[in-house]
């Protein structure tokens, strides 16, 4: 499907009305809200302050949970940048309809601290006026939401004015060259007090839905093997934790923090690495998912800046599972 010319269109009818795995649902909105309140608990701890004033995230996806949940929590602007357009208004307004319902359950206090009650106002008035506004874009607009369709290597907005970069489920997805690309290009909009706040998922994605294979059952493969797997529709990188540090330092950031999860080190040791894979350390090949936090190099002059001594610089946190 992926070769094929509206491969988007295709993979979304085939997950629709197929494997039926479009749908939203409350564990998949509590994740993404998860991923949402963690971005802005690392952007309070570093800037102590309540939230930022323009977020950017790159990978807008499907279901617009991440930018919604950063403006009701009172960012004044949010920029959703992808290169692919797979917002609709129904998708748009689900997400919306799930904010409404935990707001009137009383929920989103504690799985949103610091939303902001003018922002829901505005929520519960789009909801209740549903089908009124135009699209997707004019809807997320009245929220402060600016929906961009391109490429995150170049995006429309002025030098030094990004306060938060986040992205979910993304950084993986993105050939290593075009990565680089899109760090120099936050370094260029990085205002002097940028936090990024990235989680990315390293395992082989085929395991997801395959239960004969291992996560890291991709590291097995030579790139020339490999690219006869990987595929436009979800293309995999299959860097590693240490490259995605090195990539994001070499644009001028500077990591802070890091969350990692690792996978089972049998299942590892069981796998046999491509060549490609053998130089790296052992600790850094079970990383199956991670937490990074950066700051723009010039956050270490900006006058909220917290001392390079306490900010928990070069920390990396380890949970096993
Ligand atoms: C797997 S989706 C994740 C979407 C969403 N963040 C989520 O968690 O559901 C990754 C997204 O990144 C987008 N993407 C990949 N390369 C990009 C680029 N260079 N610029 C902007 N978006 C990009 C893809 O189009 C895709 O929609």
């Known amino acids: 499907m992926s070769v094929l010319p509206g491969r988007n269109h295709l993979n979304h009818l085939f997950q629709e009305h197929v494997t039926h795995s479009m749908a939203l649902t409350e564990s998949g909105f509590d994740l993404k809200l998860g991923q949402c309140c963690r971005h802005l608990q690392n952007y309070r701890r570093i800037m102590k302050q309540e939230a930022p004033s323009l977020a950017l995230e790159l990978g807008t996806g499907w279901y617009p949970i991440v930018p919604v949940g950063l403006a009701l929590a009172g960012a004044a602007h949010i920029v959703t940048i992808d290169t692919t357009s797979l917002l609709s208004v129904e998708r748009t307004e689900q997400a919306l309809d799930f904010y409404a319902t935990r707001w009137q359950s009383g929920r989103l206090r504690e799985q949103l601290p610091g939303v902001c009650a003018e922002r829901v106002d505005t929520l519960m008035g789009l909801v209740a006026e549903r089908g009124s506004a135009g699209g997707a874009e004019d809807l997320l607009g009245r929220l402060g939401v600016r929906v961009l369709v391109g490429d995150a290597r170049l995006c429309p907005l002025a030098q030094g004015c990004v306060d938060l970069f986040v992205s979910n489920n993304t950084l993986e997805h993105i050939p290593p060259q075009v990565?680089?690309?899109?760090?120099?290009?936050?370094?260029?909009?990085a205002a002097p007090s940028a936090v990024m706040d990235h989680f990315v998922d390293l395992s082989d994605h085929y395991a997801h839905f395959d239960s004969k294979i291992t996560p890291f059952n991709y590291l097995h493969y030579a790139d020339p093997v490999w690219w006869l797997f990987n595929n436009r529709l979800q293309y995999q990188s299959r860097l590693r934790a240490s490259d995605y540090r090195t990539i994001m330092e070499e644009a001028g950031f500077r990591i802070t923090a890091e969350e990692r999860e690792y996978?089972?080190?049998?299942?590892?040791?069981?796998?046999?690495?491509?060549r490609r894979f053998q130089p790296y350390r052992t600790e850094d090949l079970l990383v199956l998912r991670t937490w990074l936090t950066a700051?723009?190099?010039?956050?270490?002059?900006?006058p909220n800046a917290p001392s390079p001594l306490t900010d928990g610089s070069a920390t990396t946190h380890h949970r096993k599972h």
């Open 179 to 189: 990565l680089r690309e899109i760090m120099i290009e936050f370094g260029r909009l």
């Open 263 to 274: 996978g089972d080190a049998g299942e590892l040791a069981r796998t046999q690495l491509a």
């Open 295 to 302: 700051l723009a190099r010039s956050t270490a002059t900006a």
